[in-house]
């Protein structure tokens, strides 16, 4: 019994150590990783996941609501699996998915402590629109980026270039900073 | 005994008003006869040129009917029942500058009076009604007609449409979307450019029936800068209106909201924060349009909206209400609604001029 619990109490220790290793860098696959997964006898490759929050406004659009989601970063930086999460949507009746169905992701940079988003037109072409709309559409977006402590601002751009408002309200030209007032 | 008295004095005075009344219908029937004229130009308190011209009867209690002749535009005609002329001429020559001349001309028992009017008589305001005799200005029972030089107060602000504090302002009003761009549709198709340009529409009328100035960034269903202008180009064009007005006092932005889930309801009215008078404009408009439609009072919200921002007097965004929802949507499609929410408005610029004072 006595070896069980020792046993049990160091692979909590190692996984601790990787899962903080995860957090300081995600887009190496580190060996460590590996080894936990032969470690834990499962056969597949090494798959890294993390823990983040993706931002979905409630359905009467009064404000935004954090939700845990666990995400693979194999391949693809925390970035843009995080946008990938939240384009994917929620089925939680009491949340809705903002962001059209048929807006492609075109990608995540990140500069200095700014993250750029890039969608294609899709995103302008089938979304209604409404300053509501627009605010937690724009507010989603920029609360799950800047959920990253190193994301200090989020700029929203399609087919690369910046615009000016998505539909005819917010003004998106400028990189934004997160929006606490829609999380209350 | 008492209560027979009593019964008895009921029953005469009813008799005796009764024959009263009939008296007076009697004494309509009675010829009048036209024997006093005169005309005169003034100016009222606004300033306003009229022509007035007095017609003078024998006795009292006139009946008269005005009319105008849709063939002959430039006519207006006042037909004074049971009525002759006495010691007035056929033709009469007026001021010439509002009204030609007069002509009378009896038909059957009635006189016809036809007053020509320089131009069109759709451009000119005018009253018609009688006065009791003044014996200090040696004036006869008289039947008046003033006529202005132009329509101005005709569309004078009355009843519930009154605003306080708002005369002399200058206001901009921006219907939101239009043209090229539709802004958000309803489940129903209901389109956001017209909802607000109806609305938006009858906000300038009530303004300017209480003497506001109103700039509007458009009057018709049309893109502001030109079609499929960039957002820029578009947004730029309507804050641009109102900078090309340095008088302009407010800029208020009128919308329809939208959201993806159909259920988001309610009002809600959107400021920038250069100043604490763009929270108050969007407050007092707030009050106003929950407690004239009812719905639920979404608040005040700052927000980086282009129009607000870019502009350099107080603005706000009034987020009507949500046409993704097919209730509002309903109501945002009502000519009654629509008039309900552009006089609640009114009033919320009214009181946000009162509130700032002079």
């Not at chain 2, 906000?203 to 029936?209: G, H, K, M, P, T």
Request: proline share 3%; glycine share 8%; charged share 25%.
């Amino acid at each position: 019994m006595k070896i069980t619990k020792i046993i049990a109490a160091m692979m909590l220790v190692l996984m601790t150590l990787v899962v903080a290793g995860c957090d300081k860098d995600n887009n190496q696959q580190s060996n460590k990783s590996t080894n936990t997964v032969v470690e834990n006898k499962t056969e597949k490759p090494a798959e890294e996941k993390i823990k983040i929050k993706v931002y979905f406004p409630n359905s009467d659009a009064t404000k935004l609501v954090a939700v845990d989601k666990t995400v693979k970063v194999a391949g693809t930086t925390k970035y843009k699996a995080a946008m990938d999460a939240l384009m994917e949507g929620t089925d939680d009746s009491k949340l809705t998915t903002v962001i059209p169905k048929q807006a492609k992701l075109l990608g995540v940079t990140v500069n200095g402590d700014t993250a750029k988003v890039d969608f294609d037109k899709g995103l302008i072409k089938h979304f209604n629109g409404g300053s509501t709309g627009e605010e937690f559409l724009v507010g989603s977006v920029v609360n799950t980026l800047t959920e990253f402590p190193e994301i200090k601002k989020v700029q929203i751009t399609i087919d690369g270039r910046n615009v000016e408002t998505l539909k005819g309200h917010m003004d998106v030209s400028k990189p934004l900073s997160r929006m606490d007032e829609l999380l209350k | 005994m008492k209560k027979i008295w009593c019964r008895l004095l009921i029953v005469i005075c009813c008799v005796l008003g009764i024959m009263g009344t009939g008296s007076l219908t009697a004494q309509a029937a009675v010829n009048h006869t036209l024997n006093y004229f005169r005309y005169n130009n003034f100016k009222d308190d606004d300033g306003r040129s009229w022509v007035r011209i007095e017609m003078g009867m024998n006795k009292g209690d006139l009946e008269y009917e005005v009319s105008q002749n849709p063939d002959k535009p430039f006519q207006l005609i006042i037909k004074m029942n049971n009525t002759n002329r006495g010691d007035v001429k056929k033709n009469i020559g007026l001021d010439r500058k509002i009204a030609r001349y007069m002509t009378l001309k009896n038909e059957n028992r009635d006189m016809v009076a036809t007053i020509a009017v320089t131009d069109s008589l759709e451009d000119h305001e005018y009253k018609v009604y009688t006065a009791e005799a003044d014996k200090k200005a040696k004036k006869p029972y008289r039947l008046v007609v003033e006529i202005a030089a132009d329509k101005g107060s005709s569309n004078k602000a009355i009843g519930d449409e009154k605003l306080y504090g708002v005369e002399g302002r200058t206001v901009v009003i921006d219907p939101g979307h239009g043209g090229s761009d539709s802004g958000a549709i309803g489940p129903s198709y209901v389109k956001e450019k017209n909802v607000t340009l109806n609305i938006s529409l009858d906000v300038a009328r009530i303004l300017e029936s209480n003497g506001v100035n109103v700039v509007m960034t458009r009057t018709t269903d049309v893109d502001v800068y030109g079609p499929d202008a960039t957002d820029k180009q578009e947004l730029q064009a309507r804050v641009n209106v109102s900078r090309r007005h340095p008088e302009a006092d407010i800029f208020v932005s009128i919308h329809c909201n939208a959201f993806t889930n159909s259920s988001a309801h309610g009002t809600g009215t959107y400021y920038y924060g250069h100043s604490s008078r763009d929270s108050l404009l969007a407050q007092l408009i707030q009050d106003e349009m929950v407690a004239a439609t009812g719905l639920h009072d979404r608040g005040i919200h700052s927000a980086n909206f282009y129009v607000l921002r870019n502009s350099w007097i107080p603005a706000t965004l009034v987020e009507t209400a949500f046409i993704s929802n097919p209730y509002e949507e309903n109501m945002l499609a009502s000519a009654e609604v629509q008039h309900t929410m552009a006089l609640a408005i009114c009033k919320g610029i009214s009181n946000y001029f009162q509130n700032i004072g002079k």
